[in-house]
């Protein structure tokens, strides 16, 4: 009764419109034995365009579209040549996250970044400084270790908090100054 699945033969689309996904009913199966037996494979969400696939893609066939594109915010990065027009220029409090791409907790951190500058969207600007790329900004403001993350209001800094913390020690820190 038990055997070692050798080769399992599935059908192949060569296109991926939601007219050619059809339900896989069986494919063949050979065992070691060398016979073939029938393997009954049914999917309740792989069905022909009619079925259902179509209806959860709507009447829109097989595009998909992300209703929550229009609510993206994406931290943009501040350059040596930026840094003076959108950090120390600004009216109003910003956020700067000091990262490098090798960095594993700044890895970590980008997200908990990403939706502190939703959250505060209109109340607080945020950028990210690639210190291997930006190296004199890093040194200027003394930066030793990272991901660190600073808070500038008016031009001038006025908290720091290093490493990959929560979002709660983020949101305490930001809540002070606006």
């Known amino acids: 009764m038990a055997g070692v699945l050798e080769t399992l033969t599935v059908p192949r689309a060569t296109t991926f419109p939601a007219a050619t996904l059809a339900p896989m009913r069986s494919s063949s199966v ?12 049914q999917s309740s969400y792989m069905t022909s365009s009619r079925g259902l696939v179509s209806r959860r893609l709507g009447r829109r066939g097989s595009r998909i579209v992300c ?23 600004s009216t109003s409090a910003v ?36 210190t291997d790329e930006s190296p004199a ?8 270790s990272i991901p660190t993350v600073m808070i500038f209001k008016d031009g001038e800094k006025r908290d720091a908090v290093i490493g990959a913390v929560p979002k709660s020690t983020l949101t305490t820190s930001i809540e002070k100054f606006l």
């Open 30 to 41: 050979r065992s070691l034995s060398g016979s073939r037996r029938s393997v009954n494979i």
């Open 67 to 89: 209703e929550a594109q229009d609510t993206a915010v994406e931290v943009a990065p501040v350059t040596d040549s930026t840094w003076q027009s959108l950090v120390l220029e």
């Open 95 to 130: 956020l700067v996250e000091f990262w490098a791409p090798w960095c594993g907790p700044c890895r970590m951190i980008h997200p908990v970044i990403d939706e502190l500058a939703k959250q505060y969207t209109g109340k607080l600007k945020c950028y990210k400084v690639n």
């Open 137 to 144: 900004i890093a040194t200027r403001y003394g930066i030793r």
